[in-house]
C-alpha cells in the first residue's frame, strides 16, 4: 500500500525487545511499530526540552542558577517531608 510518509526498517537486540514488549504492555500498545514511533517522539521532545533548558540555563547568572537549584532543593525536601508524614 503506497505511503507519502517514511518507513524505517528496525532490528533491535533481544534485550530492547523484551523492554519494548514490557513498554508495550504498561501502556497499551498493540503494536511494535506503534510503541517505537512514540518512543521516538518521546525522545525527540525531550532532546529538544533539553537544549532549551540548557540555553535559558546558559543566558542566566551564577547566582541566578544557584538561586534556582536551591528552590528546587527546598521543594524537593518539601516534597518529601509531607510523603514520610503520611
Known sequence: MPST???INLTV????YKR???????????????ACLQLVIQ???S????RMMMKAFMAMSADEVAE????GARAI???LEQKTDE
Open 5 to 7: 510518509k517514511k518507513r
Open 13 to 16: 537486540p533481544d534485550a530492547v
Open 20 to 34: 519494548l514488549q514490557a513498554y508495550k504492555e504498561v501502556n497499551g500498545i498493540t503494536n511494535d511499530a506503534g
Open 43 to 45: 525522545q525527540l521532545n
Open 47 to 50: 532532546q529538544e526540552q533539553s
Open 68 to 71: 534556582l537549584s536551591a528552590d
Open 77 to 79: 525536601r518539601h516534597m
